[in-house]
């Protein structure tokens, strides 16, 4: 069965590093999003992705943040000048359609900010 | 108000039990309904949506939605010990995603 990978499972970072985290979509899915899930907290929507552009994305989402689909399969998030507080798992997700019931989520990546 | 509120629980119940799990929502506007189960260290995986109100069954899952309440409810027949898990509402407007904080359920076998 097809499933979204993500990479790394752990990432370890100092503060003010940045960090680009992967995630390798469905193959057939064409659109793309991005949650936080701090320790203990809500997932949190960040950011959904289309046609190589932003269709949506929260107030979470800053100048901090971007996204990227580099190439046919990849698509990143980077993490500029990480703080404490950005340490969290973030899964990536994918679905073929918007809001359906096929939105299928990655093993998330652990962000650790030291 | 936050867009979403869920009991966080603990639930803890035994082997066969029906679990209810519960969530209310603030904006009218919201269309979609999701149900997600999150087992430890894992992706929300999603368990069962829906679009209107009243009930959809999928097994020993029934997702119930009540839109003039703004309250949508999960309920999990004969409960298992592999039930145990984090159960995330989510509710859906346009192509954002809101969650609730998820309620974290044990089933004693």
């Known amino acids: 069965e097809p499933e979204v990978t993500q990479t790394p499972s752990h990432q370890v970072t100092q503060m003010g590093q940045e960090v680009i985290l992967r995630c390798v979509p469905i193959?057939?899915?064409?659109?793309f999003y991005w949650y936080r899930q701090i320790l203990g907290q809500k997932v949190e929507f960040l950011v959904s992705?289309?046609?190589?552009?932003?269709?949506?994305k929260s107030e979470i989402f800053d100048d901090q943040f971007s996204v990227e689909r580099p190439d046919g399969s990849n698509f990143t998030l980077k993490i500029r000048s990480t703080k404490l507080e950005d340490s969290a798992m973030y899964f990536c997700?994918?679905?073929?359609?918007?809001?359906?019931?096929?939105?299928?989520f990655g093993p998330g990546t652990r962000l650790t900010v030291l | 108000q936050k867009e979403v509120e869920q009991d966080p629980g603990p639930l803890s119940v035994p082997e066969g039990a029906i679990v209810s799990l519960n969530c209310t929502y603030s904006?009218?506007?919201?269309?979609?309904f999701m149900w997600y189960r999150q087992y430890s260290r894992k992706g929300p995986e999603l368990l069962m949506y829906?679009?209107?109100?009243g009930n959809k069954e999928d097994g020993r899952f029934t997702a119930q939605v009540d839109k003039s309440s703004k309250y949508i409810s999960l309920f999990i027949r004969d409960s298992q010990p592999s039930d145990s898990a984090t159960y995330l509402c989510?509710?859906?407007?346009?192509?954002?995603?809101?969650f609730g904080t998820g309620t974290s359920l044990t089933v004693i076998p």
């Open positions: 193959s057939n899915h064409l659109y």
């Open positions: 992705f289309y046609n190589n552009e932003i269709s949506e």
């Open positions: 989510a509710i859906v407007t346009g192509n954002q995603f809101y």
């Open positions: 997700a994918s679905s073929p359609d918007r809001a359906t019931d096929t939105q299928y």
């Open positions: 904006n009218s506007a919201f269309q979609y």
């Open positions: 829906t679009y209107s109100s």
